[in-house]
């Protein structure tokens, strides 16, 4: 017997994997949240299934996602990166990401952190699943928000879209659909 998924994970078993065991869990650690907001910031522009394929390799490329390293990266650091075939080779989005572990370090410099700043923006939970993938929003008034509060930190490529896709991702929010067994 097969379960029922939502529909965007297909058929792919990297796909299946991620829907199954991490789309939508709450994520608390702050490396994590910091991963899953560069990748998303790496997806702009195409599928989730090209970072999905490529997650390994991002994480040998930025040093585990370890925002200390991230932040110190300079010149030499980034023409690597732009020269790793294994990695989305966008300058502006390799850039961004260096500046944003940056800006995680100042937020710690003041006392802050990552998470909290991102779970502070976490929205109520649904009263019950969306039933129709035509109900799953691509922002949200709480992306726009935390889209804001993530700029004004200075982080770059974290727009109230891409936001709401790292919302989903780090379970800020359940849109797994009412027929899908991970939707409770």
């Known amino acids: 017997m097969s379960m029922t998924r939502c529909w ?9 994997a991620y829907h199954d065991e991490q789309w939508g869990v709450p ?8 991963e899953l907001l560069c990748l998303e910031g790496f997806q702009a522009g195409l599928s989730w299934i090209t ?4 997650r390994e390799a991002f994480r040998a490329a930025f040093d585990g996602f370890r925002i200390a390293s991230v932040a110190a990266y300079g010149d030499t650091e ?15 989005k390799i850039a961004a990401t260096i500046a944003n572990a940056r800006a ?5 410099g003041a006392g802050r952190t990552l998470t909290e700043l991102v779970w502070s923006h976490a929205p109520p939970v649904r009263p019950a699943p969306l039933r ?16 804001q509060a993530l700029k004004q930190e200075g982080m770059r490529f974290v727009g109230p879209t891409t936001v709401y896709a790292f919302m989903q ?3 800020l929010v359940n849109d797994h659909l009412a027929e899908c067994f991970r939707s409770g």
């Open 8 to 16: 965007w994970c297909g058929e792919d078993p990297l796909y299946v």
């Open 27 to 34: 994520v608390v650690d702050e490396r994590e949240l910091f």
């Open 51 to 54: 970072i999905l394929r490529k």
């Open 78 to 92: 980034v023409a690597r990166l732009v020269a790793d075939a294994g990695i989305v080779r966008h300058q502006g």
């Open 104 to 108: 995680v370090e100042a937020m710690h």
């Open 132 to 147: 129709r993938r035509s109900e799953v929003p691509a922002t949200t008034p709480a992306s726009m928000a935390l889209a």
């Open 169 to 171: 991702s780090a379970g």
